[in-house]
């Protein structure tokens, strides 16, 4: 513990200054590109291998896609590239996003931006990514935000996990509890559009089915510093 905390004084956090550790927070994620110029007509392995059939002839579905890869490794000529997750502003560098965030929540939220978190069926990949965004490395709490435990006092809410049936009801009414204008940002493939359960029995879909999504943060899971981004993208696109 004694050297993470060295480690940490010497690098400071992730999100701010030159001197920060490249965590692969900008490879570790992909979002494959298929190259028709390229492709065999004949083929279709890239189609029957995706476990969400987010590739179509047509292009990658974003919200749907994983990013598990599996198209880029049966491809038998290459024909499939890889390139940044395009929901998140590509302007934006990790290096400035500590300072963003912290003059967007001052301007927008009057200096403070409460979440309220809400599981609606994940495996839990996405919610320890959420989890990492108070510890010491990314540390929200330094930009004015915070999770509250009751959705009356939030500005924002926080969703993943496909929609399962059991938990439409609770979704709604913690929105509907929530104070208006509220943002909502759904983070990961199923929240985003159902992931790999999206055809289950006891699935109902994506978060935009029952509430109005204003950031769609895909992966499988998507790291922290995607969904900082994700936040600070929501709070462009309404002010309070």
Do not use: W
């Amino acid at each position: 513990m004694l050297r993470v905390l060295s480690g940490l004084l010497k690098t400071k956090v992730i999100t701010e200054g030159k001197g920060r550790i490249d965590r692969g927070d900008n490879s570790s994620k992909r979002l494959p590109v298929l190259r028709t110029d390229k492709c065999q007509a004949d083929c279709d392995k890239c189609f029957i291998i995706c476990p969400t059939k987010a590739l179509t002839a047509q292009g990658v579905d974003p919200r749907q896609c994983i990013y598990c890869l599996l198209c880029k490794d049966v491809c038998p000529i290459g024909a499939i590239e890889t390139t940044h997750i395009p929901i998140i502003s590509a302007s934006l560098n990790e290096e400035d996003l500590g300072q963003s965030l912290r003059e967007k929540v001052k301007k927008v939220c009057k200096g403070s931006l409460h979440i309220r978190y809400v599981d609606a069926g994940a495996c839990n990949g996405c919610d320890f990514e959420i989890n990492a965004l108070t510890n010491p490395v990314y540390d929200i709490q330094q930009y004015g935000i915070d999770f509250v435990a009751s959705p009356r006092h939030a500005d924002l809410l926080l969703v993943t996990g496909v929609v399962t049936r059991n938990l439409e009801i609770a979704l709604q009414k913690t929105y509907e509890a929530c104070p208006k204008p509220t943002l909502v940002v759904a983070v990961g493939s199923c929240a985003s559009g159902g992931g790999v359960f999206k055809d289950a029995y006891a699935a109902g879909g994506g978060v935009d089915k029952y509430l109005p999504v204003d950031v769609y943060v895909p992966g499988c899971p998507p790291t922290p510093a995607l969904i900082l981004k994700g936040i600070l993208t929501a709070l462009g696109r309404k002010e309070f």
